[in-house]
């Protein structure tokens, strides 16, 4: 669209908000955007230097959307009990879609089967579309969870979670934004090996907070790596007080540190680096 709209306007500004993923694959395009598109909004803070890098178009950080629900993740006074007062406060999100909940709710269930004695309260939120689907593939689970379909009810379990398992997505910068010790996962479609010598993936992690924090923070294990096994160990340390849990809880306040902007919110950041952009290509009158 924005190639059409500059070869029909040749004169106007082409702001383009949320980069592409050019610094996971295809990079070229990076080059190929300066041709229809005078700059680029970044929601992650790494992305005005890949674009550099790459000789992509001008390029600045706005600050990702989420920046602005910080209140309607993070727990209010009493909402997040200490490790040990109970069972563990377990967040378990096994996609959004109905592919990838199948993919993983068997996953995290034999995921959950081998966590041992550890007493877990497990929370998942889903969509009204999914739930039914969702109970009847947690239905052989060593614990019923307890599913929620609401905005509301999601929220407040980010805020009452103490630890999550996740399938990567979205979802996983929302928890590392709460605050919540994460083990994710990502199980591919099964023909997805068959394009491997096809697709070159230049990023060294799949998720989003730790391509910002540029470390494996959070524990990820993808297609033949997440097994129920290696998940497990993966989560088990973050249900008590151990070094991994301090480890990821710290790594997640330098997360914060890196997208916080200077000041204003990325609503605004993002209409003023658009109304400077037009203002630097509008005409000078003569």
């Known amino acids: 669209m924005a190639r059409k709209a500059r070869a029909a306007l040749p004169g106007l500004t082409v702001v383009d908000y949320v980069s592409p993923s050019v610094w996971a694959w295809r990079p070229g395009r990076a080059a190929r955007m300066r041709a229809y598109v005078d700059h680029v909004l970044a929601l992650l803070p790494f992305e005005p230097a890949a674009h550099a890098r790459l000789g992509g178009p001008a390029c600045t950080y706005v600050g990702h959307p989420l920046i602005e629900r910080l209140d309607e993740f993070r727990p209010r006074a009493g909402e997040r009990p200490a490790l040990g007062d109970g069972p563990v406060r377990l967040l378990v999100l096994p996609g959004s879609r109905a592919g990838v909940v199948h993919r993983h709710m068997p996953l995290f269930g034999a995921t959950l089967a081998r966590l041992g004695d550890r007493p877990v309260e497990v929370t998942l939120p889903t969509t009204p579309k999914l739930a039914g689907e969702v109970a009847r593939l947690a239905s052989s689970w060593p614990v019923t969870p307890r599913i929620v379909t609401g905005e509301a009810e999601k929220l407040a379990a980010f805020r009452a979670a103490q630890a999550a398992l996740a399938a990567s997505g979205t979802v996983t910068l929302e928890l590392a934004l709460a605050g919540v010790p994460t083990a994710a996962a990502y199980r591919l479609e099964w023909f997805a090996p068959l394009l491997e010598p096809f697709i070159k993936i230049e990023a060294p ?40 849990r301090s480890a990821q809880i710290q790594a997640l306040s330098r997360l914060d540190r890196l997208m916080r902007l200077p000041e204003g919110s990325p609503s605004e950041r993002a209409a003023e680096v658009t109304l400077r952009a037009w203002a630097e290509k509008r005409p000078t009158p003569s």
């Open 205 to 244: 992690f799949i998720l989003l907070p730790n391509l910002i924090l540029g470390e494996r923070a959070i524990p990820e294990l993808v297609h033949r790596n997440a097994t129920p096994d290696k998940l497990a160990a993966a989560l088990g340390p973050l249900l008590d007080e151990t070094p991994a």
